[in-house]
């Protein structure tokens, strides 16, 4: 079976795609599989760090919403499709799977040229315009929102990482810890804002540290590689740890009783599949997607919820120090958390390109 990924940008599509794409090659390794991307985007990092085909496309903004601007987008969108085209041709693709974002609009359109099967995965409780586009031309729609707006959707979550699906959070908890130089049997909160930080995060956590070392909690702070945001250094008590970046997410998970993060649909997913109660800050900008995708778990008593302009050092002492200060009620929030939570989801989509591909008759 050949298959095409498109799934580039931002992590967020380009991670459930790499995800897929371990769990095709899990089954079967001799599975073909091409991700397209373009220059501008992560994939030209992250894919190839992870053993893949990447083959680049010309970027093509393109406007927000289906209007009859998108049929005016001249030749940059038509040499795109041309190059994606291309690009299911050489690769002999039996089917494209999108995950939205710019690369995914001349990837639907190519394969739709090409009569390719295409599978359409959206992350997001509000769909972008490529997806939008993508699910009016098959009807094989995975969705991680049971309540999504695209047609004939089929549940299925957010595909995740290995190390992240099958991670036993109380079993690697105290060498967790141990890695990031936390004690084994502290109340530890994790702040992170996603690969570059958040600064409205940062700013409100370092100035709540003494706080949290006077109710015993220690703190491990991803603060982000351009962000140098730190407490003054105390000697003894309860640890704060900041580190500008972290590539053992999984670690960092497994050190934690809480987190205190932005609402990202990946971030989301991943703090429920480990069972992770988490404060949400959802990123104040864009169509409030961030809101939707933490509001489940926070209604399932998973989470707490708090507006980026409302976070201060207050809001933190009053809400998130009594949980941490209660192993009941995090116990309790984990539980709940850990139920809005889908480990499988790569699975399930994999399954989802098998039947496809079947259905269809084009593995050659």
């Excluded at 894919?47 to 601007?69: D, F, S």
């Excluded at 409205?200 to 956590?205: K, P, W």
């Excluded at 100035?207 to 105390?234: D, S, T, W």
Aim: glycine share 10%.
């Amino acid at each position: 079976m050949r298959v095409v990924l498109a799934g580039g940008g931002t992590a967020g599509h380009i991670e459930p795609a790499l995800a897929l794409a371990d769990a095709l090659r899990r089954n079967d390794p001799n599975v073909g599989i091409v991700c397209l991307g373009t220059e501008r985007g992560l994939e030209t990092r992250l894919v190839p760090q992870r053993g893949y085909e990447l083959a680049l496309i010309p970027p093509v903004p393109l406007p927000r919403t289906l209007t009859p601007q998108l049929l005016s987008v001249p030749g940059r969108l038509r040499g795109a499709i041309n190059a994606a085209a291309a690009v299911l041709d050489q690769a002999r693709a039996d089917i494209l799977v999108g995950f939205g974002g710019y690369v995914a609009t001349p990837g639907y359109l190519a394969a739709r040229k090409r009569k390719v099967p295409i599978i359409v995965h959206e992350a997001n409780p509000k769909p972008g315009l490529a997806n939008k586009l993508g699910a009016r031309f098959t009807d094989h729609v995975a969705v991680s929102h049971a309540d999504s707006p695209l047609p004939n959707p089929t549940f299925v979550g957010i595909p995740l990482r290995r190390e992240i699906s099958t991670l036993d959070r109380l079993a690697m908890g105290d060498k967790a810890r141990s890695y990031f130089g936390l004690l084994p049997d502290l109340p530890t909160l994790l702040i992170f804002g996603g690969s570059q930080g958040a600064r409205s995060l940062n700013q409100a956590a370092v100035a709540a540290a003494p706080y949290f070392r006077q109710a015993g909690i220690q703190v491990l702070h991803i603060v982000g590689p351009k962000n140098n945001e730190q407490p003054e250094p105390v000697s003894g008590g309860p640890q704060y740890v900041t580190i500008p970046y972290c590539d053992r997410m999984d670690l960092a998970y497994a050190a934690a009783d809480m987190a205190m993060c932005r609402a990202g649909a990946m971030t989301c997913a991943e703090l429920a599949a480990v069972a992770l109660p988490a404060a949400y800050v959802p990123l104040p900008i864009g169509n409030g997607e961030q809101r939707l995708n933490a509001e489940p778990i926070v209604a399932a008593g998973g989470g707490l919820l708090v507006d980026n302009a409302d976070l201060t050092p207050e809001w933190i002492v009053q809400n998130v120090l009594p949980v941490l200060g209660d192993p009941g009620r995090v116990a309790a929030m984990s539980e709940a958390a850990g139920r809005m939570g889908r480990r499988d989801a790569d699975v399930a989509l994999a399954q989802m390109v098998y039947d496809v591909v079947r259905s269809a008759g084009t593995a050659r």
